[in-house]
């Protein structure tokens, strides 16, 4: 029986479930069927491979070629399918031996000269691979990507003849490098230093805590003050990834067809789009469903500068994802989970003018109208905002020391977040209801201190909670076992949008 069978992979968000390329030639006209829920791209393939397999010398066979992609109910697409589909025709009609397609996996697509080329989204599959202890069969311009799995049985296909050859047994694959070094030899901190931003030490402040317990942060402030350049310097201040998690990220970026830089490997992503992006494009999705800035920003921080320009429908999309950690893009073939567990860092102006004080140009009605731009819940989700106010008058021109380093800073950073882990196994921004009652100690002389403040400043019960979050943020700091009244103060000391609105109301 003219039959063959070859193991691939098909792409679903950042998992890569198994398919299997059955492929028959029977007797009859001549013709080339492909089934199996294929998209147009799939479909294409059948002109690929012939024009491959004659151009690389070998024989087409002139029968029926019936191909079954399955399971059927699978949706597939991209070229990834076009080298199993060749080796499986190739199989069937007795050109290379079935014998060497055994606990093999195979993947990518194929020029008309029978070059195989690289394919996007391959690091979940060489996982998958890996879980499944098989042999996989990659395109050359995949090796990158492979190199960050380490999987030592990966192997590299450049031309559809050479891979014939090696599946013959006369030549050797070519396999991966076990000596790739991932780790950047130039820290963040260097680039970016915190000691650069004059004055400002109160949001330098916001910045370490938010840093240490994974906070959201929201600077306020004139334009010029330096509220970007304080969001970059956080990436100097935050841990590296392990491997685990910057291969989960690795994968995610993979999928959404962007190369990971093997220096930059362990590094957490810092993504920052302009307010002029759509809802797709920051949370995902699309006809093939492709992760969005929020998934791209991963265990990393995602910045949205001039916040209030974005439109509120696109900054409301964040919400559940803020909550979750993850986002579900649910379409009729499929349902995709993306993973978008992130720190979200956020900058504006006050105001329209740009001011909010008595130097504002703008009525207080109209400052109204501009931050209505922000919904209500949408806000609730920040942890902290800070006022960035203009620098005092001689403070540029002055001499003055120079502040802590992003080095400094990281120290007292990195040994609150391993108290934090060391407790309660989470930072403290995923801290429950109950590890909270566990882990502050609060008497209810302080709780009931924080909920009449909360109360006077109009707050929701999640803010009550996250206040207490940030508090037990600022202890740790300290090197507190309790959390106390006073870092409750501090804590309700950056609520600065809350102030804001407050003022606002009681001018009308």
């Known amino acids: 029986m003219a039959?063959?069978?070859?193991?691939?992979?098909?792409?679903?968000?950042?998992?890569?479930?198994?398919?299997t390329v059955e492929v028959h030639l029977s007797n009859g006209l001549p013709a080339f069927s492909l089934v199996g829920l294929p998209e147009?791209?799939?479909?294409?393939?059948?002109?690929?491979?012939?024009?491959?397999?004659?151009?690389?010398?070998?024989?087409?066979?002139?029968?029926?070629?019936?191909?079954?992609?399955?399971?059927?109910?699978?949706?597939?697409?991209g070229g990834r399918y076009d080298l199993p589909i060749a080796i499986g025709i190739l199989a069937a009609s007795g050109q290379i031996p079935l014998q060497s397609l055994k606990d093999t996996e195979f993947a990518g697509e194929l020029a008309l000269s029978g070059e195989?080329?690289?394919?996007?989204?391959?690091?979940?599959?060489?996982?998958?691979?890996?879980?499944?202890?098989?042999?996989?069969?990659?395109?050359?311009?995949?090796?990158?990507?492979?190199?960050l799995v380490g999987y030592p049985k990966v192997r590299f296909a450049t031309h559809?003849?050479?891979?014939?050859?090696?599946?013959?047994?006369?030549?050797?694959?070519?396999?991966?490098?076990?000596?790739?070094?991932?780790?950047?030899?130039?820290?963040?901190?260097?680039?970016?230093?915190?000691?650069?931003?004059?004055?400002?030490?109160?949001?330098?402040?916001?910045l370490e805590i938010a840093a240490a317990g994974n906070h959201n942060l929201l600077f306020l402030g004139p334009p010029g003050t330096g509220k970007t350049m304080l969001a970059s310097r956080?990436?100097?201040?935050?841990?590296?990834?392990?491997?685990?998690?910057?291969?989960?990220?690795?994968?995610?970026?993979?999928?959404?067809?962007?190369?990971?830089?093997?220096?930059?490997?362990?590094?957490?992503?810092?993504?920052?789009?302009?307010?002029t992006s759509s809802s797709i494009s920051l949370v995902g999705g699309g006809a093939i469903p492709k992760p969005g800035e929020i998934s791209l920003a991963h265990r990393g921080v995602l910045f949205l500068d001039e916040l209030t320009e974005f439109p509120r429908k696109v900054l409301d999309c964040l919400r559940v994802p803020m909550e979750t950690?993850?986002?579900?893009?649910?379409?009729?073939?499929?349902?995709?989970?993306?993973?978008?567990?992130?720190q979200l860092i956020a900058a504006m102006n006050p105001s329209p003018c740009g001011d909010a004080g008595p130097q504002s140009r703008a009525t207080p009605e109209q400052i109204s109208r501009y931050l209505s731009r922000l919904s209500g819940p949408f806000l609730d989700r920040f942890?902290?905002?800070?006022?960035?106010?203009?620098?005092?008058?001689?403070?540029?021109?002055?001499?003055?020391?120079?502040?802590?380093?992003?080095?400094?800073?990281?120290?007292?950073?990195?040994?609150?977040?391993?108290?934090?882990?060391a407790r309660a196994g989470v930072l403290n921004s995923a801290l429950s209801g109950k590890q909270l009652e566990q882990t502050t100690g609060l008497s209810q002389q302080d709780?009931?201190?924080?909920?009449?403040?909360?109360?006077?400043?109009?707050?929701?019960?999640?803010?009550?909670?996250?206040?207490?979050?940030?508090?037990?943020?600022i202890a740790d700091l300290d090197g507190d076992d309790r959390v106390e009244r006073r870092h409750l103060a501090r804590a309700l000391g950056f609520r600065a949008m809350d102030r804001l609105l407050t003022s606002l109301a009681q001018t009308r």
């Open 325 to 342: 950690g993850e986002v579900v893009i649910s379409r009729a073939a499929a349902k995709l989970t993306f993973a978008s567990n992130f």
């Open 447 to 473: 709780l009931r201190f924080l909920e009449q403040s909360v109360e006077k400043l109009g707050l929701s019960v999640r803010s009550f909670h996250r206040l207490q979050r940030v508090a037990r943020t």
């Open 116 to 147: 195989v080329r690289e394919c996007p989204g391959m690091l979940p599959m060489v996982i998958q691979s890996q879980a499944a202890n098989r042999t996989l069969i990659l395109p050359v311009g995949n090796r990158a990507e492979a190199e």
């Open 234 to 275: 956080i990436m100097g201040l935050l841990p590296q990834l392990d491997y685990e998690e910057a291969l989960d990220v690795a994968a995610i970026h993979s999928v959404a067809g962007m190369n990971t830089d093997p220096g930059l490997f362990y590094q957490r992503p810092f993504r920052a789009p302009h307010h």
């Open 383 to 421: 942890d902290l905002s800070i006022d960035v106010p203009r620098l005092p008058a001689g403070t540029l021109s002055e001499a003055r020391e120079s502040g802590e380093t992003s080095e400094q800073v990281r120290a007292r950073v990195l040994a609150a977040r391993d108290t934090q882990l």
């Open 160 to 206: 559809l003849q050479q891979l014939s050859a090696a599946l013959h047994g006369q030549q050797e694959f070519a396999g991966i490098s076990q000596d790739t070094q991932w780790i950047s030899t130039t820290p963040a901190t260097a680039i970016n230093c915190l000691s650069d931003v004059i004055g400002q030490y109160q949001a330098k402040q916001a």
């Open 40 to 77: 147009t791209s799939v479909k294409e393939s059948r002109e690929r491979v012939r024009s491959a397999i004659i151009n690389s010398g070998f024989e087409f066979p002139m029968r029926r070629i019936t191909v079954n992609l399955a399971p059927a109910e699978l949706p597939k697409q």
């Open 3 to 19: 039959m063959a069978c070859v193991i691939t992979r098909a792409l679903c968000g950042v998992d890569a479930p198994e398919v």
